[in-house]
């Protein structure tokens, strides 16, 4: 099992519409990421958050410890925000914060 | 510079050569990764650098790869006898110290023939 599940896998949405992708993890951690890959290989990072609650323009990232879950909102989605995204943390079991990732969400979004 | 640079941004190579990927850090970042993706799977870690700490190398798959960090700046990933399983995009991040934020360059696509 891996030590970091996203879901879902695939996701197909119409612009506008609101969309939640999953993260669950199961080690203890010090962070978790969100991150968004597109076409051409680039990876930007969205959010790094270790509690609570972040919001940047349309994106929300919430992480509940206790759980061990964290979840992507997008709001009024755009085509432009197809795009793989990926949930990765900082585990306390490894050294230094080198970063381990889900297998990421490929989100489309269509006009 | 601005980001994190990688070079070559494409590298096609003959199966059994060596080759060299660059990665050039955010100046003052004192971390730096390497990741592999390889086409349809997920990011694995390779290895990792902190300062003038020995670097992490426990995720290297193999002893024909090898990487170096030199001056706490430029990082040079070397894959020895190169062989088609290596062929996969090969990602540097650097990030200002442990447990902040990773910033990702734009990769080095690897095909090995």
């Known amino acids: 099992k891996n030590e970091v599940e996203q879901s879902p896998q695939n996701l197909t949405a119409q612009e506008g519409e609101f969309i939640t992708i999953n993260c669950s993890y199961s080690v203890g951690i010090s962070a978790l990421h969100w991150l968004q890959q597109h076409p051409g290989g680039g990876i930007v990072s969205l959010f790094m958050?270790?509690?609570g609650k972040k919001k940047h323009g349309r994106l929300i990232a919430t992480i509940n410890i206790q759980e061990k879950h964290s979840s992507l909102h997008i709001t009024a989605s755009h085509p432009r925000d197809s795009a793989v995204y990926i949930c990765a943390v900082n585990s306390r079991e490894t050294s230094g914060s080198r970063l381990t990732f889900g297998e990421g969400t490929q989100l489309t979004v269509n006009p | 510079g601005a980001g994190v640079s990688q070079s070559p941004s494409n590298k096609v190579t003959e199966k059994g050569k060596d080759v060299e990927l660059r990665c050039d850090p955010i100046?003052?970042?004192?971390?730096l990764y390497w990741y592999r993706q390889s086409l349809g799977q997920g990011l694995e870690f390779l290895i990792y650098?902190?300062?003038?700490?020995?670097?992490?190398k426990s995720g290297l798959p193999s002893d024909r790869f090898s990487a170096e960090r030199t001056g706490g700046s430029v990082s040079t990933l070397t894959i020895q006898r190169t062989q088609q399983e290596d062929s996969a995009v090969y990602l540097c991040a650097s990030s200002a110290s442990v447990n902040t934020e990773a910033f990702f360059g734009q990769g080095t696509r690897l095909t090995v023939v």
């Open positions: 958050l270790s509690s």
């Open positions: 650098f902190q300062g003038n700490s020995a670097p992490d």
């Open positions: 100046s003052g970042h004192t971390a």
